[in-house]
């Protein structure tokens, strides 16, 4: 391999990508179609909620979702061109949810099935998140980065 081959993957352009790869892509495809609809739908029950003031909490709301939908449309758009950028966009959105699953972390009177529940929650978001970033199988087919 020569100096300018160095950023190119292991395997050939028409190989099938990994099945997390591919997972991935779909739940990201799905998350921009219901984070913009969900976002618009919810920040215009909130503008329709607020009777004072100028509003400005449901724009503000939608602006959330449609960050986090613009997100997600960049980790498709560098999934699909094999960029081994793509472990790191998509794999801090992953993180998002392991973060944001800390919040069903609730007080003392959480019933073990609830904890239960929580812990599988995270241990199949911390699964997801390591075999779409840190896998062998994903490496090699975007190359190393």
Avoid at 106 to 133: N, V
């Amino acid at each position: 391999m020569n100096r300018h081959d160095a950023g190119a993957p292991d395997v050939a352009a028409g190989s099938t990508p990994p099945l997390v790869w591919r997972v991935t892509a779909g739940i990201m495809q799905a998350a921009i179609a219901l984070l913009l609809i969900g976002g618009a739908w919810l920040g215009m029950d909130l503008e329709e909620e607020a009777s004072r003031g100028s509003g400005g909490l449901g724009m503000m709301v939608f602006m959330v979702f449609a960050f986090v939908a613009a997100w997600a449309g960049a980790t498709v758009l560098t999934m699909r061109a094999r960029r081994p950028i793509a472990r790191w966009i998509g794999g801090t959105l992953i993180g998002m949810f392991v973060v944001g699953g800390l919040d069903g972390l609730g007080g003392a009177s959480d019933a073990p099935a609830t904890l239960g529940a929580w812990m599988a929650y995270e241990l199949l978001m911390l699964a997801w998140l390591y075999a779409f970033a840190c896998s062998d199988g994903v490496s090699r087919y975007v190359g190393r980065g």
